[in-house]
Every structure is written in structure tokens, then in C-alpha cells.
């Protein structure tokens, strides 16, 4: 369904979201503090679309199946991701992702996907099991830890080996989470309007990108020292980028390698880990569901006890349950798109230069779509019921051209650090109820996500 060029007199403008705000800051206070509460109580009172000012910006809410179907399949001369993204170039680098032109970050996204396909996930799930275990085997027999910080560090060395690469995570590896983390804390609403205002957090982000793309111009100088295509017998995503060739069949430039890696670590790490993070806090919070998953832990993990990608495939209850975090607490709730013309958009009108914003977090909670919405209830995704698979439901992975091409990944990811953790140790939350934080881009629970631990031995896990 694509958004259809504006037939003027006939469709009207969505509803202004009510509330009495100044004409050109808009809601700014409420959006910063809490934008999904904003947009959900809009919803409410409004329908699924309406509209209001945002520091100077006219924004275009929309919610709802069809409305997704219509922004995700959009042509990008209609409505650009790349434009309402710029924001996020800092990061990325000149000429790499939003901050290249569709065609080249099509062409882009193609050179990494060999990196994310079924045959490399193999070699990836070995990865994460590895540091899954080797990061649990750091811990004390017993204690109260702070999941969120554990979860990150964790995605941290998972991403940064099977993206990266060993050489990096071994001359970077106790830098990088706050390296990450300062990258990370660079996007701001303050950024969506002028990414290079001289914030003190945009400084940080500046150092941090710095920093991380000099240590891998010095991967990439010893790999082709080492073997001339510069896979240096690695199979990570930078030997991926190093042995792509373009159209013309030259090697990519240096500058948009390093580019591509540092916004596939950006798109991937912390997002992951929240995933993660809400992923334990349901569970820990729903113990028949937890059992339910540790049995499915004892049918699939019998053999080798390796968590394969073949075994990791077969934990369909631990995945419904991840589903189901990413309904409720998807990691990205805010998508957008800059109209780029006059158009209508399910049946209502915008003007050339509207921002066009969806919401994963709204939108898996409409009652028409998911039954009893605010319920963690994973067996909604089981046959006949299957709610998610109406198209364009749950969009925690995006939809139509711009989907997730990382969702293999991040779900393997989510699904080995919880096979482990399940196996390892017995958690207990330390507070009953967890709060998203959406004072930031990615909303994790509200920190410290406190969680007591003990190890297990095997007899105890047998008996529980
Ligand atoms: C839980 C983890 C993740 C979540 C929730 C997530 C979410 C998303 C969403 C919602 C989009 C669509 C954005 C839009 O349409 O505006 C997206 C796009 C993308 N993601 Fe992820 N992502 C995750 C992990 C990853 C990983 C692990 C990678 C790569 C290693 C990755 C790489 C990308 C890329 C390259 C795009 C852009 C695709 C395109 O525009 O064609 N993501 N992601």
C-alpha cells in the first residue's frame, strides 16, 4: 500500500493531538520525558492518527496495521527514512547508511548480509555460547548483580567478535562498554534537530566514534598485511566487508567498512541487551512460563549440550517468550520517516516536510490487534491464534524494505545468553515491578535492574 500523491480538497489533515501546548514547541517537556505515554494517551483520546508541532517540526503520528503497511512499502522519494535520520550520521560516518543515498545503502546492506546468514549464525552461536559461559564463570558462587549492566557487557563481546572481530575485542575489550555506551548517549532529541550542536554528550559520542575507527583502520592495515583478500582467516563481519567487492569490482573504501561496522555495532549491541533484559524481567516475573522454558532447556539441550544454532532453533517456547518481550517492551520505540512531498497517507493528508512517526510500543498494545494487550502471554503466537502474524503487527523488527536485517541474529543472541543463564543459575528479581526508562532512545528497565544469583550444579538443575 503506498501512500497515494495528495488529492487536496478531499482528504483532511489528521487531528491535532489536544492538550493546549505552545504552537511551535509542541509537547516537547512530556514527549522528552516519556514520548510512548504521549503518543498512547493520544491514541486514546485522538484515534490512530494525529499530529502536532515538535520544536518547529510538524509530526504525523500513525498506528495501526495498514498505516504500517503504508510507511514501511512507501517509496523513499515519498517518505525518507534517510532524511528523518540524519540525525544519526554522526555515527555513522559520511556516505554510510541513512547518510548515503537509497541506492548505495541498499548496495551496502547487501555486502553485509552473507555476514548475517544462516550459515555464519553457526559460527556465531558458537561465539555467544562462549562468552555467555565465559562471562557466568565470572561470577561468585553467589550475589546480587545488576542484570542490564551484565546483559551489556555481554552484547558487547558478542558483538564486537563475531562484527568486528578478536583482534579488536582483544586490543579494545575493557574500553568498549563505555566506548558503546558513549556513542549511544549522542542521540538525543536535541540531535533530531541539529546533530552537530556543541552538547557536551555530542563531544563524548564524537571521541568515542573517533576512538573505535582508528583501533579498526589498524585491524584492517594488519588483516591485509596478513592475507591479501584481508579475511585474515576470520570469519566476522569485517572479513565479510574486507573480501566485498562493488559494482566495478574494486574493494570498498576503507571509510565506509569502518562506517558500516560501527552502525551495525549501533543497531545491534544495546538493543540486544535490552531485548534481553526484558526478556529475564518477564520471565522472572511469570515462573510457570519460566519452567516451562527450562524443560524445553533439558528436552533440546540433551547430547552435546551445545547450544547450537540447529538447538537454538528448536527452543520455540523460549522464543515465543522473546516475542513477547519484544511486544511489550520493544527496544526502538520510535520509527520515522521525513514526507518528502505532499501525499496522502490512510486517507489523511500531510504536507511535504511533515516527520512521520510510528510506534512499536503503541502499536503492540492496541486491543484490536493483540487480545488483552497489557498481558504477558506467549501462547498468543502459537497456532491457531498466531496474532503476529496479521502483516505489519508487530513491528519491533520494522517491516517492508527497511525490515531488521540483523532480527536472525539478535534473536539467536537473546535466545543463547538466556539458554545459558537458565543453566547456569537461579535469579530472583530484587523489586517486583520495572519500569521502562524512557528518558533515552532504546528504553531499558529503570537501572539498577538488581537481580540475586546462585550458581547451580547440575543435581540442582535436574531437580528444578
Ligand atoms: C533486539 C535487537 C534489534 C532491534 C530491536 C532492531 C530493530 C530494528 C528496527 C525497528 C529497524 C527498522 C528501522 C526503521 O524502519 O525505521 C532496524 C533496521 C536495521 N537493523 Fe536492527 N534491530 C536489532 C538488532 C540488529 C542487529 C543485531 C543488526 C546487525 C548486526 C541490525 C541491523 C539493522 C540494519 C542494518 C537496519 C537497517 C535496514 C535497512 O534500512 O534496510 N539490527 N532494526
Not at 512460563?289 to 538447538?311: C, N, Y
Not at 517468550?321 to 514526507?339: D, G
Not at 491464534?385 to 525490515?403: M, N, V
Amino acid at each position: 500500500m503506498t501512500p497515494a500523491p495528495a488529492d487536496q480538497g478531499r482528504r483532511r489533515t489528521a487531528p491535532l493531538l489536544p492538550g493546549g501546548h505552545a504552537p511551535w514547541l509542541g509537547p516537547v517537556m512530556g514527549f522528552r520525558r516519556d514520548p510512548v505515554t504521549l503518543l498512547r494517551t493520544g491514541r486514546e483520546r485522538v484515534g490512530n492518527a494525529f499530529r502536532f508541532p515538535l520544536l518547529g517540526q510538524q509530526v504525523h503520528f500513525a498506528c495501526g496495521p495498514d498505516a504500517h503497511a503504508a510507511v514501511f512499502t512507501a517509496d523513499e522519494a515519498v517518505l525518507s527514512p534517510r532524511e528523518a535520520y540524519r540525525f544519526m550520521a554522526p555515527v555513522f560516518g559520511p556516505g554510510v547508511a541513512y547518510d548515503a543515498e537509497p541506492e548505495a545503502m541498499a548496495e551496502q546492506i547487501g555486502h553485509l548480509l552473507p555476514a548475517l546468514g544462516s550459515r555464519r549464525l553457526e559460527a556465531h552461536a558458537r561465539v555467544m555460547e562462549e562468552e555467555a559461559e565465559a562471562h557466568v564463570a565470572r561470577w561468585q558462587e553467589a550475589g546480587e548483580l545488576d542484570l542490564l549492566t551484565e546483559l551489556n557487557r555481554l552484547t558487547v563481546a558478542i558483538a564486537t567478535r563475531c562484527l568486528i572481530g578478536d583482534e579488536f575485542h582483544r586490543r579494545m575489550g575493557p574500553q568498549l562498554p563505555d566506548l558503546y555506551h558513549d556513542l549511544e548517549s549522542g542521540i538525543r532529541l536535541a540531535g533530531v534537530l541539529s546533530p552537530r550542536v556543541p552538547l557536551p554528550a555530542f563531544r563524548r559520542r564524537d571521541r568515542a566514534r573517533a576512538a573505535i575507527a582508528s583501533a579498526i583502520a589498524q585491524v584492517i592495515a594488519e588483516r591485509r598485511k596478513a592475507t591479501p583478500e584481508g579475511s585474515g582467516g576470520q570469519r566476522d563481519m569485517l572479513a565479510t566487508l574486507l573480501a566485498a567487492r562493488d559494482t566495478r569490482g574494486a574493494p570498498l573504501p576503507d571509510e565506509i567498512v569502518i562506517g558500516t561496522l560501527i552502525s551495525m555495532v549501533f543497531a545491534g549491541q544495546h538493543t540486544s541487551a535490552v531485548l534481553a533484559a526484558w526478556t529475564g524481567v518477564l520471565l522472572l516475573r511469570h515462573p510457570e512460563h519460566l519452567a516451562a522454558v527450562r524443560e524445553e532447556q533439558r528436552a533440546v539441550l540433551t547430547g552435546s549440550g551445545e547450544a547450537t544454532a540447529r538447538a537454538l532453533h528448536r527452543m520455540q517456547v523460549l522464543e515465543r517468550c522473546i516475542r513477547e518481550a519484544e511486544r511489550l517492551h520493544p527496544p526502538l520505540v520510535l520509527l520515522m520517516r521525513k514526507a518528502m512531498r505532499d501525499l496522502t497517507l490512510d486517507g489523511h493528508r500531510l504536507e511535504a516536510g511533515t516527520l512521520v512517526m510510528l510506534s512499536p510500543a503503541v502499536a503492540h498494545r492496541m486491543p484490536e490487534v493483540f487480545r488483552d494487550p497489557d498481558r504477558f502471554d506467549p501462547s498468543r503466537y502459537e497456532a491457531p491464534r498466531a496474532e503476529h502474524r496479521q502483516p505489519y503487527s508487530l513491528i519491533g523488527f520494522g517491516g517492508g524494505k527497511h525490515r531488521c536485517v540483523g532480527t536472525a541474529f539478535a534473536y539467536q543472541q537473546v535466545k543463547t545468553v538466556w539458554s545459558v543463564l537458565l543453566r547456569r543459575v537461579d535469579l530472583k528479581t530484587v523489586r517486583a515491578d520495572h519500569k521502562p526508562d524512557y528518558s533515552t532512545f532504546v528504553p531499558a528497565p529503570v537501572a539498577p535492574l538488581s537481580v540475586r544469583y546462585r550458581k547451580l550444579s547440575r543435581r540442582a538443575l535436574e531437580q528444578m
